[in-house]
Every structure is written in structure tokens, then in C-alpha cells.
């Protein structure tokens, strides 16, 4: 039988993973800097959860669910989002709730049947922060900063936030059923799934993507003359914020996301160079959705990056998170292949690495290659240098890959080791390969 990779899927080989660990080391680094903390939830749930949160009329509980029955009949689920499975468990565990408000991020595959595009896939990797206990536009100004952040340190530097506000249980109705009115003087115009969306969720008309509903929806009544008081407050003094950190933002009065469970603030991150799919990600607050789960009335607010279209950008941008190896230790006899594997492993130093030191990356050759074809291989692999055993009277032999040029012999493998970390630590090349 001929196997192959599932509609919608992917291998995600060595080369490109380098870039995803650097992607996931940045961030989680930025998310540090914050005070957000992981939390690693089950990748399927109990079907009703997204049901419930996402929204019974919404695509994704209609069409996109990976749905399936346990041996006890028990309704399950592939998560196809990551705001709700958090929610549970910050609902479920009681230290999570400890600090108020709670700072949390996850990391991890979500699953959506949907046809396949750049940057899309039916399995598909999120990265998403929620704050979880501040009903303040401070709250909704730092997630969108920390989206920014997260943007800015892995080079994406010319980026947009749209923003809008849904409103809240007061005003929200009153919006819902001014557009119910309108779209239903225009329901010849709609696509049969608007036409359906009259009657169940008409503000998920305005996230439709079908080109005949575009002229419709662009002249649609807009949400922000319909905000009450409070809302209209909140929406300004988020945008406010936002222009006192100096992030560029523009509303965008037609933008609603595609999950039931926003209120007030939502925002959406575009990136130039994506094309006409150019969102990032994007969030919003959700200040019901704890309450409706079970749990203490907790305001909230969060966003997820989507990890493929994330990578596609920084590589438009000229970031990379593929790394070279510092060095390729090159056994110039075939007797030798033993002395180069031991010489590798104690330049790598991991165990005896001295503290805030870094361990050196450290190749060797186990696939019998002839000392020539041994160089060839070290330069294909992008490593500085070049380390040459066995060991010669007066020390080891260390050439320059990068300048073609031989470096001075190094007595004892703990000098060589100390020579190559010096050379490190004073800013000579590491991360190669751009």
C-alpha cells in the first residue's frame, strides 16, 4: 500500500523545525516578560464545550468539528480553538486562580475540516494568551501590546491591529437586530449561508468571505453607532491606550471575528507581505464565557497567532530560526572516527559546562565519509570551524570555515573548547543560515 500525509495535513521536516523552535523559544520568551504562564490542556474535549463557547450557528461548530464517539458513547472533540479548553481548566484548577488577574498562554495544534490554503491547514498550530480577571481597556491595550511584542521580536515590524467593539448585553441586541433588518431588505444579494444566518447569528454575516456578500456587508450599518455609553467608553479608552504605546490601529467597524463568545473589544493583526490572506491572528474579550461555563463571573480577554501564517510572514521579512553548527570535528584517518566522536562530545560540554557559559553545538561525522568528502560536509552543514583529529604533537588543528584560513593549533581539548566559547561569547557568528 502507498501511504500519504492526510488532505489538509503535513510533515513539518528537519531544516523548517529549526524555525518552529526558534519561533516557539521567542515567543515564550516574550510571553516571560509579560508574567504569562503555559498551561497544556488535552488536544480533544467534551463536544458540548465548543458547542457551547464557539457557537451552535458559527462554521466551525457546522462544518469544521473533528467530532468523534469514545467506546462509552461519550461526544468528543478535537480542539479546534484554544480559549475554551483553557477556560475549563482555569475553572477546574483552583492555583490557576490564585492571581488575579491570571496571565496564561498555550501553544499547541488545533484541528479544523477546512479547505486547505497558504498558510492553512485541517491540523494547524496556535499560539494564544489569555488574561483572565480585568474587565479594565488596560487589560484589552496590554494583550494587544503583548500581540505586538510578540511580532516585533520575531521581525515583523510593518503590522496593523483593526480594531472594533461588539458591544455588550445591553447594546449588542440592539445592533443584532438592526442588521437582522437591513440584510433581510438585501437577502437576495446574501449567499445561501448568510440567508441561513438570518435567522441564526445575523452578525456572522458580517465575517463572510463570499465575494457576491461583500458589496452588502460593506454597507451595512456600522456597531459603533449603536455602542451604549459604557461600551462607547471602553472602546476609546482602549484605543487611547493604544495610541499612548504607539501601536497603529484603525477601526474597523465590520470586523466581528468568527466566535460567538466576544463582547466589547475585538482586534485582528494584519501583516504586509501575506498577501490578501494577511492576518496574523487576532482576539478579544469574552467577559460571559466563564460565567456560562460554570465559573465565577471573570471578565477576560485573550488572542491566538496562527504558528504557519506567523512563519510565512517572518520569512517574507527575512527572519530565520535556522542555526548552524560551531563546529565539525573531522577525523583525517579512518582509525580516527572514534577519537573525533570522543573530542565532539567534550566540546559539547554539557555536563561540565561552566555557569553562564553556552554548550557549543558540536558535529561529527558517523557515516564513514573520506577526510575531503568530511570537509564538503562540515561546509554544507554551516559550521564556523573545523576541527581536525587525530590530535598532532603540538595540539589540535582548527581551520576557519567561514574565512578559509587556518586558526593556531590548540594544546587540550578543554583549550580548544574554551577557544571556541571565547569566540562565541564575543559576538562572532552563531546563528548562521539566513
Same mark, same amino acid.
Given at each position: ?16 523545525? /529549526? ?5 516557539? $523559544?521567542?515567543? &515564550?520568551?516574550? @510571553?516571560?516578560?509579560? +508574567?504569562? *504562564?503555559? #498551561? ?97 481597556? /488596560? ?5 494587544? $501590546?503583548?500581540? &505586538?511584542?510578540? @511580532?516585533?521580536?520575531? +521581525?515583523? *515590524?510593518? #503590522? ?114 501575506? +498577501? ?118 603540538? +595540539? ?39
Amino acid at each position: 500500500m502507498k501511504f500519504q500525509v492526510p488532505r489538509g495535513t503535513r510533515d513539518i521536516l528537519p531544516g523548517e523545525v /529549526e524555525r518552529w523552535l526558534w519561533l516557539e $523559544d521567542r515567543t &515564550r520568551r516574550t @510571553l516571560a516578560l509579560y +508574567g504569562y *504562564r503555559e #498551561v497544556r490542556t488535552p488536544i480533544f474535549e467534551a463536544t458540548e464545550l465548543f458547542v457551547r463557547s464557539v457557537g451552535e450557528a458559527t462554521d466551525i461548530v457546522r462544518k469544521e468539528l473533528y467530532t468523534f464517539q469514545d467506546r462509552k458513547g461519550r461526544s468528543l472533540t478535537l480542539r479546534p480553538e484554544g480559549t475554551a479548553p483553557l477556560v475549563r481548566a482555569y475553572i477546574e484548577n483552583a492555583p490557576v486562580r490564585a492571581e488575579i488577574p491570571a496571565r496564561l498562554y498555550y501553544m499547541g495544534p488545533m484541528f479544523r475540516y477546512e479547505r486547505p490554503q497558504a498558510g492553512r491547514y485541517r491540523q494547524f498550530w496556535q499560539i494564544g494568551a489569555e488574561l483572565l480577571g480585568s474587565a479594565k481597556p /488596560e487589560a484589552d491595550a496590554e494583550m494587544i $501590546d503583548l500581540f &505586538r511584542s510578540i @511580532l516585533w521580536d520575531v +521581525g515583523l *515590524r510593518d #503590522v496593523i491591529v483593526l480594531l472594533n467593539s461588539l458591544g455588550d448585553s445591553v447594546c449588542r441586541p440592539r445592533y443584532r437586530e438592526a442588521i437582522r433588518a437591513y440584510f433581510m431588505e438585501h437577502q437576495d444579494a446574501l449567499c445561501g449561508d448568510c440567508r441561513e444566518r438570518l435567522d441564526t447569528n445575523p452578525l456572522r454575516i458580517l465575517d463572510c468571505k463570499v465575494p457576491s456578500c461583500a458589496p452588502v456587508i460593506a454597507r451595512a450599518p456600522s456597531v459603533l453607532e449603536s455602542l451604549c455609553g459604557p461600551c462607547a467608553e471602553h472602546f476609546a479608552a482602549v484605543k487611547r491606550a493604544l495610541d499612548g504605546l504607539g501601536i497603529r490601529n484603525e477601526e474597523a467597524p465590520r470586523l466581528v471575528r468568527g466566535l460567538d463568545y466576544y463582547t466589547r473589544t475585538v482586534f485582528e493583526i494584519q501583516s504586509e507581505g501575506l +498577501g490578501a490572506q494577511n492576518a496574523v491572528g487576532g482576539g478579544g474579550r469574552y467577559d460571559q464565557l466563564v460565567k456560562d461555563f460554570g465559573g465565577p463571573d471573570t471578565p477576560a480577554i485573550g488572542f491566538s497567532i496562527g504558528m504557519e501564517r506567523l512563519l510565512l510572514a517572518t520569512e517574507s521579512s527575512g527572519e530565520s530560526g535556522t542555526t548552524a553548527p560551531d563546529a565539525c570535528v573531522v577525523a583525517l584517518e579512518p582509525g580516527a572516527a572514534l577519537e573525533a566522536q570522543i573530542l565532539a562530545r567534550r566540546l559539547r560540554g554539557q555536563d561540565d559546562l561552566p555557569e553562564g557559559r553556552k554548550p557549543l553545538r558540536v558535529l561529527v561525522d558517523v557515516a564513514g565519509r573520506s577526510a575531503s568528502s568530511q570537509m564538503k560536509w562540515a561546509s554544507k552543514t554551516g559550521a564556523r570551524w573545523a576541527v581536525f583529529v587525530p590530535k598532532q604533537g603540538d +595540539g589540535y588543528a582548527v581551520r576557519d570555515m567561514a574565512a578559509g584560513k587556518d586558526e593556531a593549533k590548540q594544546p587540550t581539548d578543554e583549550a580548544l573548547r574554551e577557544w571556541l566559547l571565547a569566540r562565541i561569547d564575543r559576538g562572532e557568528p552563531r546563528e548562521a543560515l539566513r
